[in-house]
């Protein structure tokens, strides 16, 4: 089995930063990638960044793009997601997924395992 576990969230000001990490422990797979995804009170979960396992192709929703970077440490198993030039609408529970490939995707269905989430509070 494989654990999922996020850090980092918490309250910050609109244009404020947060960095979230994402470790991946237990029966790791030998290539996978990995990817962020988050939800809203009241919608649906949303796809936010995905990375490949080799980090050269990486994904970002057109919400974040220009602000949010997605990286990744593989002698560490983990993921990070870097956000900047926050806004209250990125307030949302941040979830950390693994996908059993190299190849990362932006399909919600397509991820295997999920953190147990990080709750991210921009105030205006």
């Known amino acids: 089995q494989v654990q999922l576990v996020e850090s980092g969230g918490g309250l910050v000001q609109a244009g404020g930063s947060l960095r979230l990490s994402c470790a991946a422990s237990?029966?790791?797979?030998?290539?996978?990638?990995m990817g962020w995804f988050r939800q809203a009170p009241g919608k649906e979960r949303e796809f936010v960044a995905a990375i490949s396992w080799s980090g050269d192709n990486t994904y970002y929703a057109n919400s974040v793009k220009g602000r949010f970077t997605i990286s990744r440490n593989n002698a560490k198993d983990t993921v990070y997601l870097q956000m900047n030039s926050l806004k209250p609408e990125d307030t949302a529970v941040y979830y950390c997924?693994?996908?059993?490939?190299?190849?990362?995707?932006?399909?919600?269905?397509?991820?295997?395992?999920w953190g147990q989430g990080t709750q991210v509070t921009v105030s205006s």
């Open positions: 237990g029966r790791t797979f030998s290539n996978y990638a």
């Open positions: 997924s693994l996908r059993r490939s190299a190849r990362a995707t932006t399909t919600r269905y397509d991820h295997d395992y």
